[in-house]
Antibody, heavy 119, light 108 residues
């Protein structure tokens, strides 16, 4: 069974940093693109970033470029999102999602970890 | 950036009725279009990918159609467990990968 378990969310002050983790199991992690998708309270889904199987390609939505860094540790079947210079607009539930080997539909999602940016 | 527009923010439907949800892309996405279902307090669930291919375990009452810029998700006979928010998503031209704003299907 595919499992994606996020952790690392919490309350952080504006301008602060947070590192999210996603532990993957039940599938061959190295065969899939992985993404972070977020959902602000009461709002829709927003793709944040993704990373290719070997980490050689990385992409971000414009609003987080220069502030967020996605990475993966294939030896530990883990995905990460380092978030710096956080603002209120980053408050959201952050989901780890499995993409395809090439196509970027998301067939498995974690339960999400909540990031709240507030003073 | 490809903008995805779902024509209705919400729909009120009676159980057993057929419902059709629409999604339009600002430019062609070929068939690189997915649909998701999200229930309150839950993560999204992939229903359809490639515009018309049902994901594993998705009931046959869900079907997707379309190509280019116009897409539909049809639920042939709405069940109680189908009341949820539905999102379309394009993965043809990215980054960014983009979602529609969602359509809430409510009980009439």
């Amino acid at each position: 069974e595919v499992q994606l378990v996020e952790s690392g969310g919490g309350l952080v002050q504006p301008g602060g940093s947070l590192r999210l983790s996603c532990a993957a199991s039940g599938f061959t992690f190295t065969s899939y693109w992985m993404s972070w998708v977020r959902q602000a309270p009461g709002k829709g889904l927003e793709w944040v970033a993704n990373i290719k199987q070997d980490g050689s390609e990385i992409y971000y939505v414009d609003s987080v470029k220069g502030r967020f860094t996605i990475s993966r540790d294939n030896a530990k079947n883990s995905l990460f999102l380092q978030m710096n210079i956080l603002g209120a607009e980053d408050t959201a539930l952050y989901y780890c999602a499995r993409g395809g080997s090439y196509y970027q539909s998301f067939d498995n999602w974690g339960q999400g970890t909540l990031v709240t940016v507030s003073s | 950036e490809i903008v995805m527009t779902q024509s209705s923010a919400s729909l009120s439907v009676s159980p057993g009725e057929k419902v059709t949800l629409s999604c339009r892309a600002s430019q062609s996405v070929s068939i690189n279009l997915a649909w998701y279902q999200q229930k309150p307090g839950q993560a999204p669930r992939l229903l359809i990918y490639g515009a018309s291919t049902r994901a594993t375990g998705v009931p046959a009452r869900f079907s997707g159609s379309g190509s280019g810029t116009e897409f539909t998700l049809t639920i042939s006979s709405l069940q109680s467990e189908d009341f949820a928010v539905y999102y379309c998503q394009q993965y043809h031209n990215w980054p960014p990968i983009t979602f529609g704003q969602g359509t809430r299907v409510e009980i009439k």
